[in-house]
C-alpha cells in the first residue's frame, strides 16, 4: 500500500514539476506568450471591430440607360433610394461601365434596354441586366437583390394602375397577393459578423492552442540535443504520461481563460447572439479545449523549427473555417472532405458553439458534437502520449551515452 502511495506521489509531484517548468517557459517566451495571451485577446477584437457595422450600404453601380424613359428613369431612382445602393455613376454603353468595376470604383452595373418603356407599356416584359463583381459576396447580395426587389415593386405599381381597383386594400392585394413576412431566426440583424464570427472565435482558440504548443515544441528540439521535445537532463521528466499530462495542464489552464473571454466576454461586447448558458458552455468548451490542447501537442512533433508551426496553422485556418460549415453550407462540402473535417476539434467545437451561444440549444441537443470531442481528445492524448515515450526513451539513450 505505501508503495502505491509513493507511486502516486512521485506520479504527481512529476506533473506538477512539469507544469511548472512548462509555465515558466510560457511566461519567459515572448512568441508563445504572444499566440497564447495576445493573439486570443487582440484578434478577436480586431475581427468584431472590423465587422462591427454587421451589413453593407451604399454599394456603388454604374448605370447604362439606353431607354431615357420616365419608367426607367423612375426605377434608377428607387434603387437609388433604398439603403444598399448608390447609383454612383452614369456610363454611355457596357464598355465604359466595365472599365468602372475593373478599376474597382463600383460593385455592378445596372443595364436598362433601349426597349424598356415600349415593352411595359404594351404590355410585354421589359428586362433590367446586371452585372455583378463576384468578388464580394455581401456585395453581389446587394446589387442583385436591390434589383429585383425594385424591379417587383414597379412592376407592382404597374399592374394596380391597370386594375381599376376600388379601394387600397384592392390595391395592396392585386401588389401582392401572397404576403410573406421573412424572419432571420438567431440573427435578427441578418449581419455578416454575427453569422461567421461565433464561428471564427473558436477557430482562433484552437488555432492560438496549436501555435503556443507548437512553438515551445520548437524551442524545445532547437535547444535539445537530437532534436528532442524532452529534455535528458531531468529526472522528472520520466514516463510520457506523466509529461503530456504536465504539459497539458499548463496550456489546460492559459485556454481555459482563453475559452471564457472568448465565449462570453467577446460575444457580449459586439452584441452577437447569446443565448447559451454558463454551465451550457462550461460543459461544451470543456472536451473542445482538452481536444484542442492534445491536437496541438500532436501536431508538435511534426514541427522541427518554431516558425514552421506557423506556416502549418495559417495555410489551414481558411480551409477549416468552411469544413466547418459555417461560411459554406456543410450539405455541398464533399463526402471526402467532410471526412478530413472529423480530423479536427473544430470542426463540431464550431457546430456545437453556433448551436448553443447563437440558436439556444441545450447540451443533450449537441451531445453528438460533444461526444466526438471527446473521441478526439482521448484520441490524441494517446497519439501524443506515444510519440513523448519515443522521445523519452530517445532521451535516456542520449543520456547513458
Known amino acids: 500500500m505505501s508503495t502505491f502511495l509513493n507511486r502516486i506521489h512521485e ?6 514539476h512539469i507544469w511548472r517548468n512548462e509555465m515558466i517557459k510560457v511566461i519567459k517566451d515572448e512568441g508563445v506568450l504572444m499566440f497564447l495571451v495576445v493573439v486570443p485577446l487582440g484578434y478577436p477584437l480586431l475581427y468584431s471591430w472590423i465587422y ?29 433610394a433604398t439603403p444598399d445602393v448608390q447609383i454612383k455613376y452614369y456610363a454611355e454603353d457596357l464598355d465604359e461601365a466595365r472599365s468602372l468595376i475593373s478599376r474597382q470604383l463600383v460593385r455592378g452595373i445596372y443595364l436598362i434596354s433601349s426597349d424598356f418603356a415600349e415593352r411595359i407599356n404594351r404590355g410585354e416584359q421589359a428586362t433590367v441586366s446586371v452585372y455583378c463583381d463576384m468578388s464580394l459576396m455581401l456585395a453581389y447580395k446587394n446589387v442583385y437583390q436591390t434589383a429585383m426587389i425594385e424591379a417587383g415593386r414597379l412592376g407592382a405599381g404597374l399592374n394596380i394602375k391597370k386594375a381599376g381597383n376600388y379601394s387600397k386594400r384592392e390595391d395592396a392585394i392585386t401588389a401582392q397577393p401572397l404576403a410573406v413576412d421573412g424572419v432571420a431566426m438567431f440573427n435578427p440583424s441578418g449581419g455578416y459578423g454575427s453569422c461567421v464570427l461565433p464561428g471564427v472565435l473558436m477557430i482562433l482558440l484552437q488555432q492560438a492552442i496549436a501555435l503556443g504548443i ?3 515544441a ?37 485556454g481555459a481563460v ?55 496553422m495559417v495555410f489551414v485556418s481558411v480551409p477549416l473555417l468552411f469544413l466547418t460549415g459555417v461560411s459554406w453550407p456543410q450539405s455541398s462540402i464533399p463526402s471526402y472532405w467532410q471526412g478530413v473535417s472529423w480530423l ?35 484520441f490524441y492524448l494517446g497519439f501524443a502520449c506515444l510519440v513523448y515515450r519515443y522521445q523519452f526513451r530517445l532521451a535516456r539513450k542520449w543520456a547513458n551515452n
Not at 263 to 273: G, K, L, T
Open 344 to 378: 479536427f476539434p473544430s470542426t463540431f467545437g464550431v457546430r456545437a458553439f453556433i448551436r448553443v451561444n447563437s440558436m439556444g440549444a441545450s447540451i443533450s441537443q449537441v451531445l453528438p458534437e460533444i461526444r466526438i470531442l471527446w473521441i478526439q481528445a482521448a
Open 218 to 254: 520548437g524551442t524545445a528540439r532547437e535547444r535539445h540535443r537530437n532534436g528532442q521535445l524532452i529534455p535528458d537532463d531531468d529526472p522528472h521528466y520520466r514516463g510520457a504520461y506523466r509529461i503530456v499530462w504536465g504539459k497539458a495542464l499548463c496550456y489546460g489552464m492559459i
Open 258 to 312: 482563453a475559452a471564457a473571454y472568448l465565449s462570453m466576454a467577446v460575444p457580449h461586447m459586439f452584441s452577437f447572439p447569446q443565448l447559451g448558458t454558463g454551465w451550457n458552455l462550461f460543459w461544451l468548451l470543456l472536451p473542445y479545449t482538452m481536444a484542442s490542447i492534445f491536437f496541438g501537442m500532436t501536431v508538435s512533433c511534426m514541427v522541427r523549427y518554431r516558425e514552421n508551426v506557423m506556416l502549418i
Open 11 to 16: 506520479h504527481f509531484t512529476d506533473v506538477l
Open 214 to 216: 507548437g512553438m515551445a
Open 52 to 80: 462591427n457595422n454587421e451589413t453593407l450600404h451604399e454599394t456603388p453601380v454604374v448605370v447604362v440607360d439606353q431607354s431615357h424613359s420616365a419608367l426607367s428613369r423612375q426605377f434608377i431612382k428607387d434603387c437609388d
